[in-house]
């Protein structure tokens, strides 16, 4: 898909960039037959850094240290929880300065999509964003292994959505999986990945 109605797409497709979801639309459970108990979500922002220049259109995903208290080892978009007095945009782009370098200014936040509960007690709330040209990624070694790039038509076809399952507190857990030369892109970054899928094709 060409630069131009890709842009038009989301901005028709995504929610208003300020706003949230009193409760997350999606989680780590909508493959599973299990629900989770009521409970006290911290709030958390991602950001899908969308690159549409120099090349075919791509989202720059992170894989997370091994060190770091949750989500350790997995690919991930940058972000993580909002801080005191600070709205979910804001933390996205906090974060993402943070974990590699890419600075607000660079960034043009288009909208946000289905927020999402993840099974360590996280709502998290996605946009997506257009890096502009001229951008540095900086990533910090604290907390990003690694930064890579995945083509935006890859991951929105469906046929590359697989299903997979894996034993987690003593029962297996039902997960979409995006397994990308040699990455394994899966759980929550995926089912969010899943969920921009519908809200801009289906």
């Keep these: 898909m060409s630069t131009r109605p890709l842009i038009d797409l989301l901005r028709s497709r995504l929610d208003p960039v300020e706003g949230e979801d009193a409760r ?8 599973n037959d299990v629900v989770f108990p009521e409970r006290t979500l911290r709030p958390a922002a991602v950001l899908a850094p969308l690159v549409l220049h120099d090349g075919p259109p791509r989202f720059i995903l992170t894989l997370r240290a091994d060190h770091l208290p949750s989500h350790a080892g997995q690919v991930s978009f940058p972000g993580g929880r909002a801080m005191p007095g600070e709205t979910l945009p804001q933390a996205a782009l906090r974060e993402t300065q943070e974990e590699i370098g890419i600075t607000p200014d660079r960034i043009d936040l288009v909208g946000r999509f289905d927020s999402y509960e993840t099974v360590t007690g996280f709502h998290v709330t996605p946009f997506v964003g257009i890096v502009k040209p001229g951008f540095e990624m900086r ?12 083509p935006f038509e890859w991951l929105m076809d469906a046929a590359n959505h697989e299903t997979h399952e894996r034993e987690f507190q003593g029962r297996m857990r039902r997960y979409y999986a995006m397994p ?7 759980g929550a970054t995926a089912g969010m990945l899943r969920a921009l899928h519908e809200r801009l094709y289906d």
């Excluded at 997350?24 to 493959?31: A, M, Q, S, T």
């Excluded at 990533?139 to 995945?150: H, L, Q, R, Y």
């Excluded at 990308?180 to 899966?186: D, K, Q, S």
Aim: charge should be negative; charged fraction near 35%; proline fraction near 11%.
């Design 24 to 31: 997350p639309r999606r989680g780590d459970n909508d493959l």
């Design 180 to 186: 990308w030369e040699g990455r394994y892109i899966w």
């Design 139 to 150: 990533p910090d070694p604290g907390e990003v292994a690694d930064v890579f790039e995945t």
